[in-house]
Nanobody
Framework: QGQLVESGGGLVQAGDSLRLSCAAP????????IGWFRQAPGKEREFVAA????????SYGDSVEGRFRISRDPAQSTVYLQMSSLKAEDTAVYFC??????????????????WGQGTQVTVSS
């Protein structure tokens, strides 16, 4: 079946940019929608962004709209989250997840059946 593996996290300063990667090996995940969620200490998991299997539709959480961009490269079986103008409140563990309904770019965690282990993003102010 394969698994999702996030990478690209790290420590940056406020205002910096960072790109996260989610390796989603095919052929199974190539037909899945992929989402990014994040969880900060003591807080609930928060939807960040999602993209359908064909990349025809994307969606974003209110707190990242206009600053983050999700994309996918089918040839590399990878989904990216480009984060710009980072803020201290973006500090969290970022997870990617796969939704077998490749036509949904939903913010509902229960629709995602596969999850990665997460990558830490820390933004210093």
């Amino acid at each position: 079946q394969g698994q999702l593996v996030e990478s690209g996290g790290g420590l940056v300063q406020a205002g910096d940019s960072l790109r996260l990667s989610c390796a989603a090996p095919g052929p199974t995940f190539s037909s899945y929608s992929i989402g990014w969620f994040r969880q900060a200490p003591g807080k609930e998991r928060e939807f960040v962004a999602a993209i359908t299997w064909s990349a025809s539709s994307t969606s974003y959480g209110d707190s990242v709209e206009g600053r983050f961009r999700i994309s996918r490269d089918p040839a590399q079986s990878t989904v990216y989250l480009q984060m710009s103008s980072l803020k201290a409140e973006d500090t969290a563990v970022y997870f990617c997840a796969a939704n077998p309904n490749g036509y949904q770019s939903t913010d509902y965690p229960a629709t995602y059946t596969y999850w990665g282990q997460g990558t830490q993003v820390t933004v210093s102010s």
